[in-house]
């Protein structure tokens, strides 16, 4: 009896058995796929927004942290310093944003447009870094400089980074 059983081959309970194996294997294939593509394009996001943020960190790094001219006395742009071009110090960026983005040469980058920087410059307490105070305050002058970078893709912001910078200029 048993012999027979193989000699008749594949018992139609079994043909199903299999169908139903195949069938799980190709929907978890899928499955897999679809999730590694999603995984993917928010790599592609990530690395974009880093590169966008390091342009802004390239482009200000460069720059003096007070005005060249003007020294402590204005924080933000100084006055007729009405466009990017004539930003020439770090605090001038203060409270910018540049959709589309820019690069470290401040061209604006077109095939970037979906995402967003957003500067922020802040003058904080010598003692702890955390603790923001009065912009240039002349009563009480600090020399060090927080900037905070945020990418934003489309509203959501992707990342964000900052860092501090020191002037040794008389207020
Ligand atoms: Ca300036
Ligand atoms: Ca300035």
Redesign the pocket.
Known sequence: MQGRRYEGGFSFIEVLIAIVLVGIAIASLIAANSSFTKTNAAGTELSTAEFLLEQIKELTVVLPV??PN?GMS?????AG?TTLAD??????F?GAVFSPPINNYKATLNDFAAYTQQITVENVSATNFEQVVADHDSANPQYFFRVTVKVFYGSKQVVSADWVRASYEEP
Do not use: H, Q, S
Request: no cysteine; net charge negative; hydrophobic share 20%.
């Open positions: 007070v005005d003007t204005t924080f933000g742009p100084e310093e930003y020439d110090d770090l605090d001038d203060d």
